[in-house]
């Protein structure tokens, strides 16, 4: 007999999963969407010259020598050095920035003979990695809730996430630790759940392609260690059919695959360690206070620009009212996961996302610091976030209520407002030059387009107010005019050297060159209060 209703039910209940999918194609269409359209940004530029081979003081040496050069020979500090190996860009790493772990450095190295060096190609391996991670999404969603709605929905909010995608499109480790992130989490699982040395071998195998990612992936390793921790004391039957284990068993399992990681990663360690001091001084941000109110604010932008991301000022009204109902959202994601998840599921989300937070935030509350207001480094505690955000749809979706507060429609809604969003932030990056999260060369296109109305100018380039002109030079050498003549100066710059022309220009320039300027009866305006450019009169 013809059942209209039972129709109609089993038609519903197959739209969302259709509705996630072609969700999750379109976050995958626009990881590849305006690859080439942004700056290529100051770390981007530091990215390729250590793949290349390069090391700063090899430019330093060849360029700050009161010279006129031209943009083009900048560039060829953004191709592979001739006659250079793997080992270059190691000893580059290992002398200037040994913070830095090498493996996407290396793979980017392979990829140059590959792609070749143009931004695209710079770009579309982060891409390519980014995609890996979204069956892994799926997959630990599975693993820890044993539904296909609630994996398709964190697959969905990975693969539409403002973040994540430009992580995806920036040349940097950025999408690799995103995936090793989760592959650890899900391997971690599957380890406690089997108890079998090969399930321990490949978590610990992870950890090592972790480590030799980024050496923030330490905190998803401290993380998981207390996870386990928390579990062998009261194991939970949710992981494991096996009889109940002492803590000594479990932890020993934890700790050998920990410890075969750490051995395997001591080459860069020890590396490391003999040049601590440049990794403390290539790593000290700025030495301006900030207030926990603008802590706070950096925290909110970070993980909510997880689900929404108009690209608006961190301070602005706008972004504030637009990011307040998502700050809602998660907490009561994480407060749903509290209450109606079993204990090892709640443990692992809530650790997950606590405890590298913490670990980032609780000195800079307690020193002034702001390393937890950089979103890359918090990248260990995102997943966990989009997975309790998922849970709270899935869960509320599936309730099958009818109410205005908290019924199946009324969530079913939401989420598609919460997509719909997400989509238009990403389509708002897609066509936008630079955003907050390429700082100091965000202005770099009003830069270049300011000074490409002008190809007979001189631009005058030292180190800069605050070191980053060597980054930012390069990066707007992609754009600039060839006839703009750079003039390159060292720490004591002889003016009587500048050439002559209808207009000469000072990018960021350091205190020494701007009392040299005066000195000689010059007078520094800036150009724009928004740009680091300045003209001389």
């Given at each position: 007999?013809?059942?209209?209703?039972?129709?109609?039910?089993?038609?519903?209940?197959?739209?969302?999963?259709?509705?996630?999918?072609?969700?999750?194609?379109?976050?995958?269409?626009?990881?590849?969407?305006?690859?080439?359209?942004?700056?290529?940004?100051?770390?981007?530029?530091?990215?390729?010259?250590?793949?290349?081979?390069?090391?700063?003081?090899?430019?330093?040496?060849?360029?700050?020598?009161?010279?006129?050069?031209?943009?083009?020979?900048?560039?060829?500090?953004?191709?592979?050095?001739?006659?250079?190996?793997?080992?270059?860009?190691?000893?580059?790493?290992?002398?200037?920035?040994?913070?830095?772990?090498?493996?996407?450095?290396?793979?980017?190295?392979a990829w140059m003979f590959l792609g070749g060096h143009s931004i695209l190609a710079f770009r579309l391996l982060p891409v390519l990695i980014s995609l890996i991670s979204l069956p892994l999404?799926?997959?630990?969603?599975?693993?820890?809730?044993?539904?296909?709605?609630?994996?398709?929905?964190?697959?969905?909010?990975?693969?539409?996430?403002?973040?994540?995608?430009?992580?995806?499109?920036?040349?940097?480790?950025?999408?690799?630790?995103?995936?090793?992130?989760?592959?650890?989490?899900?391997?971690?699982?599957?380890?406690?759940?089997?108890?079998?040395?090969?399930?321990?071998?490949?978590?610990?195998?992870?950890?090592?392609?972790?480590?030799?990612?980024?050496?923030?992936?330490?905190?998803?390793?401290?993380?998981?260690?207390?996870?386990?921790?928390?579990?062998?004391?009261?194991?939970?039957?949710?992981?494991?059919?096996?009889?109940?284990?002492?803590?000594?068993?479990?932890?020993?399992?934890?700790?050998?695959?920990?410890?075969?990681?750490?051995?395997?990663?001591?080459?860069?360690?020890?590396?490391?360690?003999?040049?601590?001091?440049?990794?403390?001084?290539?790593?000290?941000?700025?030495?301006?206070?900030?207030?926990?109110l603008q802590l706070s604010h950096l925290w909110i932008r970070n993980f909510t620009a997880l689900f929404v991301d108009m690209n608006f000022n961190v301070n602005s009204i706008q972004s504030?009212?637009?990011?307040?109902?998502?700050?809602?959202?998660?907490?009561?994601?994480?407060?749903?996961?509290?209450?109606?998840?079993?204990?090892?599921?709640?443990?692992?989300?809530?650790?997950?996302?606590?405890?590298?937070?913490?670990?980032?935030?609780?000195?800079?509350?307690?020193?002034?610091?702001?390393?937890?207001?950089?979103?890359?480094?918090?990248?260990?505690?995102?997943?966990?976030?989009?997975?309790?955000?998922?849970?709270?749809?899935?869960?509320?979706?599936?309730?099958?209520?009818?109410?205005?507060?908290?019924?199946?429609?009324?969530?079913?809604?939401?989420?598609?407002?919460?997509?719909?969003?997400?989509?238009?932030?990403?389509?708002?990056?897609?066509?936008?030059?630079?955003?907050?999260?390429?700082?100091?060369?965000?202005?770099?296109?009003?830069?270049?387009?300011?000074?490409?109305?002008?190809?007979?100018?001189?631009?005058?380039?030292?180190?800069?107010?605050?070191?980053?002109?060597?980054?930012?030079?390069?990066?707007?050498?992609?754009?600039?005019?060839?006839?703009?003549?750079?003039?390159?100066?060292?720490?004591?710059?002889?003016?009587?050297?500048?050439?002559?022309?209808?207009?000469?220009?000072?990018?960021?320039?350091?205190?020494?060159?701007?009392?040299?300027?005066?000195?000689?009866?010059?007078?520094?305006?800036?150009?724009?209060?928004?740009?680091?450019?300045?003209?001389?009169?």
């Amino acid at each position: 007999m013809f059942h209209p209703q039972k129709i109609l039910k089993k038609i519903r209940l197959q739209i969302l999963p259709l509705f996630l999918i072609l969700a999750i194609v379109v976050g995958v269409a626009f990881r590849f969407v305006a690859l080439d359209g942004k700056v290529y940004g100051y770390d981007e530029v530091y990215t390729t010259l250590r793949v290349s081979g390069y090391t700063t003081k090899e430019f330093t040496q060849e360029f700050y020598q009161n010279r006129i050069v031209s943009s083009v020979d900048l560039l060829k500090y953004q191709q592979v050095k001739p006659g250079s190996t793997p080992l270059d860009t190691l000893n580059s790493l290992a002398t200037e920035a040994p913070q830095l772990s090498p493996l996407y450095f290396l793979l980017a190295r392979a990829w140059m003979f590959l792609g070749g060096h143009s931004i695209l190609a710079f770009r579309l391996l982060p891409v390519l990695i980014s995609l890996i991670s979204l069956p892994l999404m799926y997959l630990l969603a599975w693993e820890l809730f044993q539904s296909s709605q609630t994996a398709l929905l964190a697959t969905a909010f990975l693969a539409l996430s403002p973040l994540d995608i430009v992580f995806a499109q920036t040349a940097r480790p950025y999408s690799l630790f995103t995936l090793m992130v989760i592959a650890s989490s899900y391997c971690l699982l599957k380890a406690i759940h089997w108890r079998h040395p090969l399930f321990w071998g490949g978590y610990s195998l992870v950890c090592i392609l972790g480590l030799y990612t980024h050496l923030l992936f330490g905190l998803t390793i401290i993380g998981h260690g207390a996870y386990i921790l928390l579990l062998s004391i009261q194991p939970p039957s949710s992981f494991s059919r096996q009889k109940k284990f002492p803590v000594s068993i479990l932890l020993f399992e934890f700790l050998a695959a920990i410890a075969i990681s750490i051995i395997a990663f001591s080459p860069w360690l020890i590396i490391l360690i003999n040049n601590f001091q440049q990794a403390i001084t290539t790593t000290n941000g700025s030495e301006n206070p900030i207030t926990l109110l603008q802590l706070s604010h950096l925290w909110i932008r970070n993980f909510t620009a997880l689900f929404v991301d108009m690209n608006f000022n961190v301070n602005s009204i706008q972004s504030n009212l637009l990011r307040l109902p998502f700050v809602v959202i998660i907490g009561a994601a994480l407060y749903q996961i509290s209450l109606q998840t079993y204990q090892p599921i709640r443990l692992f989300i809530w650790i997950s996302f606590i405890i590298p937070f913490l670990i980032l935030a609780l000195p800079d509350v307690l020193l002034g610091g702001e390393q937890s207001g950089v979103a890359s480094f918090l990248i260990p505690s995102f997943p966990a976030i989009q997975l309790a955000v998922a849970y709270l749809f899935s869960t509320h979706i599936q309730n099958n209520k009818i109410s205005l507060i908290d019924g199946e429609i009324l969530w079913r809604g939401l989420l598609a407002t919460v997509l719909t969003l997400s989509i238009i932030s990403i389509s708002v990056s897609a066509n936008s030059e630079s955003g907050w999260y390429q700082a100091p060369s965000q202005e770099i296109p009003k830069i270049y387009r300011y000074l490409n109305q002008y190809p007979s100018a001189t631009l005058i380039v030292d180190q800069g107010l605050d070191d980053t002109n060597l980054g930012n030079i390069i990066a707007l050498s992609y754009q600039l005019n060839p006839k703009i003549k750079l003039w390159m100066v060292n720490a004591q710059p002889n003016l009587l050297l500048l050439p002559v022309g209808p207009k000469i220009f000072a990018l960021n320039p350091s205190q020494e060159l701007r009392q040299t300027i005066i000195t000689k009866n010059y007078e520094l305006e800036p150009v724009d209060q928004q740009t680091q450019l300045w003209e001389l009169k």
